[in-house]
């Protein structure tokens, strides 16, 4: 589906011709196409391509900087950067994109992420099909949840299903799964820490690049690394009751 009313330069449709990215607002236009965006919609399969580095991203934010839905287009960085930024307090922070079934690529993640959401990482929540390719990230990832699954540039790869849809309950037609997805050229050199202060018994699921990878389809990881920084704690992997 192409809208035609993308406020971006560019048309979106081909390579040779991308709608343009190069500041938060151009951002928040990316993959908009749901009625909230109005005359500035632009479509979850264009092409798009940053023309500056932009910083000041909180994916928690007003309206919020994260592209909704399955991108099945390609984002190309540029070789360009994406900076996030996040308050003292943990907060409804998930990725930048939700669904990727496209490709991200040849883009560089830094700042810091304090989120208090099930599904973090740096750049992607399910990898469902897509690529990442040349995409470094060095972003600092703060989680507070007690379920967390925590990866260094896609949370989940393979399928977009809750866990309790893991069990037998499907919620309808946008469900995706056994999706081989693929990681290229790229890495994760920054700080994935979990710290739930609640009485839990559970506790996270951390990876370096993915932090699930779920289903039947192939997860391939080429001529990537990470080199994170990981830390857990919760005091109810030890707590106790006092009398």
């Given at each position: 589906v192409y809208v035609d009313a993308c406020s971006l330069p560019g048309s979106?449709?081909?390579?040779?011709?991308?709608?343009?990215?190069?500041?938060?607002?151009?951002?928040?236009?990316v993959g908009a196409e749901s009625s909230t965006a109005g005359e500035e919609s632009c479509s979850l399969a264009g092409k798009y391509l940053q023309t500056a580095n932009i910083s000041g991203v909180d994916t928690n934010s007003t309206p919020a900087l994260i592209v909704a839905g399955t991108f099945s287009g390609t984002y190309d960085g540029n070789h360009y950067g994406i900076s996030y930024t996040s308050g003292s307090t943990f907060q409804d922070r998930e990725p930048l994109f939700e669904e990727l079934s496209g490709t991200v690529q040849k883009l560089s993640l830094t700042g810091t992420i304090?989120?208090?959401?099930?599904?973090?990482?740096?750049?992607?929540?399910?990898?469902?099909?897509?690529?990442?390719?040349?995409?470094?990230?060095?972003?600092?990832?703060?989680?507070?949840?007690?379920?967390?699954?925590?990866?260094?540039?896609a949370a989940v790869a393979g399928d977009n299903m809750d866990s309790d849809e893991m069990y037998g309950t499907f919620d309808g037609t946008d469900?995706?799964?056994?999706?081989?997805?693929?990681i290229r050229y790229s890495k994760f050199t920054g700080r994935l820490e979990w710290d739930d202060t609640s009485t839990v018994t559970e506790g996270p699921i951390i990876g370096g690049l993915v932090g699930s990878a779920r289903g039947t389809g192939t997860t391939e990881i080429r001529d990537s690394y990470a080199r994170a920084y990981i830390r857990f704690d919760s005091s109810g992997l030890t707590s106790a009751i006092n009398d």
């Open positions: 979106g449709i081909m390579a040779a011709d991308p709608s343009l990215v190069g500041s938060l607002d151009d951002l928040a236009k304090r989120s208090d959401t099930t599904r973090v990482s740096s750049l992607v929540e399910y990898l469902v099909g897509g690529t990442i390719s040349e995409v470094g990230s060095s972003v600092q990832i703060y989680v507070e949840d007690s379920d967390a699954i925590i990866g260094g540039l469900d995706i799964e056994n999706q081989s997805s693929y």
